[in-house]
């Protein structure tokens, strides 16, 4: 079992940046990949970004390349999301995900889900 927590939402404007984090406990947590997917009102939950074991490969949406960078410190069990250049359409719950069996940007193929944390961009 792995258990993960989200921090770091917040209200800030467009333009803005943010750091989310998710603590892992549990399992070994260098023992899986992380990845990141969001929900906003109304919409289907999407892909974000995701890291490998070793942080050697990232993966993200197209909708945030560039702006957004997911890392992860394998000493601190932690994962990170840093979001730069905040557009209002990045407003959504945030959800941090843990060991994928098979298509990171398929929610259903990872195993482990957090509570989600709140990210609102205003105009």
């Known amino acids: 079992q792995v258990q993960l927590v989200e921090s770091g939402g917040g209200l800030v404007q467009a333009g803005g940046s943010l750091r989310l984090s998710c603590a892992a406990s549990?399992?070994?947590?260098?023992?899986?990949?992380m990845g990141w997917f969001r929900q906003a009102p109304g919409k289907e939950r999407e892909f974000v970004a995701a890291?490998?074991?070793?942080?050697?490969?990232?993966f993200y949406a197209d909708s945030v390349k560039g702006r957004f960078t997911i890392s992860r410190d394998n000493a601190k069990n932690t994962v990170y999301l840093q979001m730069n250049s905040l557009k209002p359409e990045d407003t959504a719950v945030y959800y941090c995900?843990?060991?994928?069996?098979?298509?990171?940007?398929?929610?259903?193929?990872?195993?482990?889900w957090g509570q989600g944390t709140q990210v609102t961009v205003s105009s």
């Open positions: 995900v843990a060991d994928p069996d098979g298509d990171y940007s398929k929610g259903s193929d990872w195993g482990f």
């Open positions: 549990g399992r070994t947590f260098s023992s899986y990949p």
């Open positions: 890291v490998n074991l070793s942080a050697g490969s990232t």
